[in-house]
Each structure stands twice: as C-alpha cells, then as structure tokens.
C-alpha cells in the first residue's frame, strides 16, 4: 500500500511540474494578427507584445513585401500613416518595433510593390493589397 501512495504522489508531482513548465511557454495575445497579400508575395505579422510588425517576402518573384500601416491619434483625430517595403527577398523579414502607446488602434495591410529608389517612386507600384486588419497596441 505505502508503494502505491508513493506512485500516486510521484504522479502527482510529475503532472505539477508539467503545469508549472507549460505556464512558462510563449502565447500569442489577443491582438496579434496576421495579414497576407492576396494571392500571394508577403505576410505583415502584428505583435502586440513589444509592438512589432514583421513583414515577410513569401514568394521569389522578384517584388518586394509592403506593409502598409497607420494608427489612430485620439488627440489630433487623425491616422498617422507609414509605408514599408521588405526588400531583401524571398524569406526574409523586416522587423519594425512601432513602440506605440498601449492601447493605441492600429491597422495594417499585406502588399508586394517594386522598390524605385524611393516611397515617393514606388508608391504606385503597390499591390494585390490584403483587407485592413484592426487591432490594438
């Protein structure tokens, strides 16, 4: 009988370590996000932990991934609006931390487009946009 009890607390322990491990894993937050270009070509990630938005090449094509990307400023009551291009090819990812003020409404597109020296020249190259995700900073 003592064995048995002794099993059953061993077990018990074992499950408590399992817990205490699973705890400290990773997890997405409630305002993470995910937007792909339609049909394809790039993928803008939003992680509201650090505030960063990844944006992906997925396709070798020979065009850059674009995120366009703006939040919402209560105290002017205006979008501040931002444009970038990934332009270091096929898997590759530009990290850009945003630091946002928590809380902040941001929304953001998936896009390819064709870097021309500069926005101003490549604006009009921009592309087979995703809908607007909406989310929180």
Same mark, same amino acid.
């Given at each position: /009988?003592?064995? *048995?009890?002794?099993?059953?607390? /061993?077990?018990?322990?074992?499950? #408590?370590?399992?817990?205490? !491990? ?24 939003? +992680?509201?932990?650090? %505030?960063?938005?990844? *944006?992906? @090449?997925? =396709? +070798? @094509?020979?065009?850059? #991934? ?8 209560? $105290? ?16 590759? =990812?530009?990290? =850009?931390? /945003? %630091? ?5 409404? *941001? ?16 604006? %009009?190259? *921009?592309?087979?946009? $995703? %809908?607007?995700?909406? !989310?929180?900073?």
């Amino acid at each position: /009988m003592h064995k *048995i009890a002794q099993r059953g607390l /061993m077990a018990l322990l074992g499950a #408590a370590v399992l817990a205490g !491990t699973q705890g400290g894993v990773a997890y997405a937050s409630e305002y993470d996000r995910t937007a792909e270009s339609f049909p394809t070509g790039s993928r803008v990630d939003w +992680k509201e932990d650090g %505030d960063h938005l990844l *944006i992906k @090449d997925t =396709v +070798k @094509d020979g065009h850059s #991934a674009v995120a366009l990307f703006r939040w919402w400023d209560a $105290s002017e009551d205006r979008y501040h609006w931002f444009t970038y291009f990934n332009r270091d090819g096929v898997n590759s =990812v530009r990290d =850009v931390n /945003m %630091d946002l003020y928590e809380g902040t409404t *941001i929304n953001f597109k998936a896009c390819i487009g064709d870097w021309a020296g500069s926005l101003e020249a490549s604006r %009009d190259s *921009i592309r087979n946009c $995703s %809908d607007w995700e909406v !989310t929180l900073a």
